[in-house]
């Protein structure tokens, strides 16, 4: 497993922070917000996944 950081957002606004750890960026935002993520589009809700060990981020958004 692969620790992420992951922001949760609506809007412009960071509502949360926090660790997950899961196999893939996209598991870690499935885990965290409870949804059904997709590739981040322009929506009201959004998360940003770093992953800790390459600093790679990846943005997905949901409903």
Do not use: C, I, N
Request: proline residues 3%; charged residues 20%; hydrophobic residues 40%.
């Amino acid at each position: 497993m692969k620790t992420y950081w992951l922001e949760q957002g609506a809007g412009q606004v960071v509502v949360s922070r926090q660790v997950a750890e899961a196999q893939t960026p996209w598991e870690a935002a499935t885990k965290v917000t409870g949804k059904a993520v997709h590739g981040r589009r322009d929506g009201p809700f959004w998360v940003r996944v770093t992953d800790q060990a390459t600093l790679t981020t990846f943005k997905y958004a949901y409903d």
